[in-house]
Nanobody
Framework: DVQLVESGGGSVQAGGSLRLSCAVSVSSANDYCLGWFRQAPGKEREGVATIYTGDSTPFYGDSVKGRFTISRDGARNTLYLQMNSLKPEDTAMYYC????????????????????RGQGTQVTVS
């Protein structure tokens, strides 16, 4: 059983920062992939970043590289997305997602296809 609950979204001016959190509940003891993807109105889902719990190596989409940081706190079962230097084009609903398979390690663009996702949190940059 997998449960993902995002929080931390909001409205911010361009150049500002936000930190998203995702409370992760996974019954399996195996390592797995976690990630963030986003979807803006009228646009396709876009992978943002991914991380493998086995070694916590992060991977990023080109549009956020150098501005966003994905991390996890294993003890608190929480996934984070620190977003700096936000731009209006970052405006979207942001989702946390999980894939129990190791086949997607490093494939940040595959995060929208992960089998489990949360309800999303809105980020608006003006």
């Amino acid at each position: 059983d997998v449960q993902l609950v995002e929080s931390g979204g909001g409205s911010v001016q361009a150049g500002g920062s936000l930190r998203l959190s995702c409370a992760v509940s996974v019954s399996s003891a195996n390592d797995y992939c976690l990630g963030w993807f986003r979807q803006a109105p009228g646009k396709e889902r876009e992978g943002v970043a991914t991380i493998y719990t086995g070694d916590s190596t992060p991977f990023y989409g080109d549009s956020v590289k150098g501005r966003f940081t994905i991390s996890r706190d294993g003890a608190r079962n929480t996934l984070y997305l620190q977003m700096n230097s936000l731009k209006p084009e970052d405006t979207a609903m942001y989702y946390c997602a999980q894939d129990p398979s190791r086949s997607t390690i490093g494939y940040w663009y595959a995060v929208p296809s992960f089998p489990y996702r949360g309800q999303g949190t809105q980020v608006t940059v003006s």
